[in-house]
Each structure stands twice: as structure tokens, then as C-alpha cells.
């Protein structure tokens, strides 16, 4: 059965950093394209990051770019995001999602592999 299982959230206040971490079971992820998207209440799920397993390929957001980075573990089968100067308007539901392939979607539709998500309250 495959599993992602996100960890690390929590509440930091502006500026700080938090660093989330997505356990990845089931099977390997060679060939997959595994990405973050985050969700506000009353708001769309939206694309924060990508990583092309296999090849380490990075992708962003315009938003985070130069804040947060994606990388990815193969000993430990998972991949994180490391998130610095963190503002009020990252405060969200993190979510780890992963597909089959190595083309890099923005919409959280062309997903099909979802963790519970992880919530991040940044403090202004």
C-alpha cells in the first residue's frame, strides 16, 4: 500500500523556518514527480514545490522561490521542504502528493498519491 506521511509543522512566528518532511511506503518513487501544494481555508490547494525523483530536478512556486527548497532522501525514501523566512501568508495545510511521470503539474487535480497533511501557522 502505498503511503506519504507528512511530519514537521507547527507554529513559528515571521521569519523563522520550519522544515516538513514526507515519508514516502509502498514502493519506490523512481519515476515519480513528487510536489508540496498547500491549502488556506476557504482557498484553492495550491502548487508550492515539485522535485523530479529521479534526477533531482527542483521546481517552484513564485511565492516561495528563494524562501523554500524541495529536496529529496533515496536512503530514507523522503522528501522535504525546507521553508525560511516564513510570512503570515504561508500559514496553511501542507499536503505531500506524488504521480507517476516525469512531467511537473501545477494543479493538485494531476495528482493522485496524497498525504494527511501538515499545518503551519506562521505568526505576524
Known amino acids: 500500500q502505498v503511503q506519504l506521511v507528512e511530519s514537521g509543522g507547527g507554529l513559528v512566528q515571521a521569519g523563522g523556518s520550519l522544515r516538513l518532511s514526507c515519508a514516502a511506503s509502498?514502493?519506490?518513487?523512481?519515476?515519480?514527480?513528487m510536489a508540496w501544494f498547500r491549502q488556506a481555508p476557504g482557498e484553492e490547494r495550491d502548487f508550492v514545490a515539485a522535485?523530479?525523483?529521479?534526477?533531482?530536478?527542483?521546481y517552484y512556486a513564485d511565492s516561495v522561490k528563494g524562501r523554500f527548497t524541495i529536496s529529496r532522501d533515496n536512503a530514507k525514501n523522503t522528501v522535504y521542504l525546507q521553508m525560511n523566512s516564513l510570512k503570515a501568508e504561508d500559514t496553511a495545510l501542507y499536503y505531500c502528493?506524488?504521480?507517476?511521470?516525469?512531467?511537473?503539474?501545477?494543479?493538485?487535480?494531476?495528482?493522485?498519491?496524497w498525504g494527511q497533511g501538515t499545518q503551519v501557522t506562521v505568526s505576524s
Open positions: 522535485i523530479r525523483w529521479s534526477v533531482g530536478s527542483t
Open positions: 502528493t506524488a504521480r507517476y511521470g516525469p512531467v511537473v503539474f501545477r494543479t493538485w487535480r494531476s495528482y493522485d498519491i
Open positions: 509502498g514502493r519506490t518513487f523512481s519515476g515519480y514527480t
